[in-house]
């Protein structure tokens, strides 16, 4: 099923990005959008189902945050490989939970450390009710400059969609 289809100035072309699909009530195929990631200065919008973040290279992060009990394992494609769809340029996103929760986020942060789109947590995926579907986890645990307020904010699950500021 076509999900998403954009021109940016920094390709020669259109890219497609293909999903999974779900069957709806008239037996049409449905695509069910996961995670909507946005640059509208350079007209790019792809919506990423589910299927399409868990093809991308996972990255494992044990580390304990303000959230969990313990150290946990949390997987998920880095934020480097997922923001970088957006461009080159960016420096700064805006990140929203379904929840209305948003933060702005530098994006060097994504450079500096291993921070991921995690969608699971222990080897089981994120539910709504858990988290989920995804969750922004920085290797708190191995970084210790990292176990401050500002980056616990930056926490955010439930997260929808991101925007290229």
Do not use: C, H
């Amino acid at each position: 099923m076509l999900r998403a289809i954009f021109v940016a100035k920094r390709y020669l072309g259109a890219f497609i990005f293909f999903s999974g699909v779900l069957v709806g009530s008239a037996g049409v195929a449905v695509a069910q959008t996961v995670l909507t990631l946005e640059n509208p200065s350079e007209g790019i919008v792809i919506e990423m189902g589910m299927e399409d973040l868990l093809a991308m290279p996972q990255v494992t992060v044990n580390t304990a945050n303000d959230f969990v009990d313990d150290v946990s394992e949390f997987s998920g494609p880095l934020a480097r490989d997922v923001v970088s769809m957006l461009g080159d340029d960016i420096k700064m996103a805006r990140f929203y939970a379904i929840n209305g929760y948003s933060i702005e986020i530098p994006v060097s942060d994504f450079r500096d450390y291993d921070v991921i789109f995690a969608l699971s947590i222990d080897g089981k995926l994120f539910s709504l009710r858990d988290k989920g579907p995804v969750w922004l986890i920085y290797p708190m645990t191995d970084n210790p400059e990292l176990q401050d307020r500002v980056y616990n904010d930056r926490l955010i699950w439930l997260l929808t969609r991101v925007t290229a500021l």
